[in-house]
T-cell receptor, first 113, second 113 residues
Framework: EPEVTQTPSHQVTQMGQEVILRCVPI?????FYWYRQILGQKVEFLVS????????KSEIFDDQFSVERPDGSNFTLKIRSTKLEDSAMYFC???????????FGPGTRLTVT | GEDVEQSLFLSVREGDSSVINCTYT??????LYWYKQEPGAGLQLLTY?????DMKQDQRLTVLLNKKDKHLSLRIADTQTGDSAIYFC?????????????FGTGTRLKVLA
């Protein structure tokens, strides 16, 4: 069964460093998302991506964040200069056209020290 | 704005039924989802219902929707130890052109043998 994959499973970085979180969505899906979950809090929407551009972003998704689909398979989230409060679990999801349900990856736990 | 609320914990005995509750606030048509998260794993889609439906049954899972109170429940019949996980309720308003999700906090279900 096709699934969304994410790498790495855990990333530790120092404050101020850049990180890139990687996702491989399900191959025929056209809509891509990033969500994050700070420990003990809700899963929050960050950004949606369709047709090679951002279709919606939340207030959290400021200039420090960017997304890219560099080739036909990967979907990345870059945090330019990490802060302590960026420590969270980051989930990637994808959705097929004509369907509403999203399929999630296992997440990347980001720890900023 | 949109908000989704869940109780944080539920403990049941093996073989009993579990009922996990969720309330949402969005007044537009919406899809409502239940996801399961096991330790170290991603968000697994369990089932979903559209807001014009009252009920949906899928094997041991029953989703009930009270549209007037904007209350959603997930009933798991004959709960097993393998059902121990965090259960997330999420809504996706159809007015959102991006189909983004708004999640609840998740309910941690513990099944006692």
């Amino acid at each position: 069964e096709p699934e969304v994959t994410q790498t790495p499973s855990h990333q530790v970085t120092q404050m101020g460093q850049e990180v890139i979180l990687r996702c491989v969505p399900i191959s025929n899906h056209l809509y891509f998302y990033w969500y994050r979950q700070i420990l003990g809090q809700k899963v929050e929407f960050l950004v949606s991506f369709y047709n090679n551009e951002i279709s919606e972003k939340s207030e959290i998704f400021d200039d420090q964040f960017s997304v890219e689909r560099p080739d036909g398979s990967n979907f990345t989230l870059k945090i330019r200069s990490t802060k302590l409060e960026d420590s969270a679990m980051y989930f990637c999801a994808s959705k097929d056209r004509g369907y509403y349900e999203q399929y999630f990856g296992p997440g990347t736990r980001l720890t900023v020290t | 704005g949109e908000d989704v609320e869940q109780s944080l914990f539920l403990s049941v005995r093996e073989g009993d039924s579990s009922v996990i509750n969720c309330t949402y606030t969005d007044s537009s048509s919406t899809y409502l989802y239940w996801y399961k998260q096991e330790p170290g794993a991603g968000l697994q889609l369990l089932t979903y219902i559209f807001s014009n439906m009252d009920m949906k049954q899928d094997q041991r899972l029953t989703v009930l929707l009270n549209k007037k109170d904007k209350h959603l429940s997930l009933r798991i019949a004959d709960t097993q130890t393998g059902d121990s996980a965090i259960y997330f309720c999420a809504e996706s308003p159809t007015t959102s052109g991006t189909y983004k999700y708004i999640f609840g906090t998740g309910t941690r279900l513990k099944v006692l043998a």
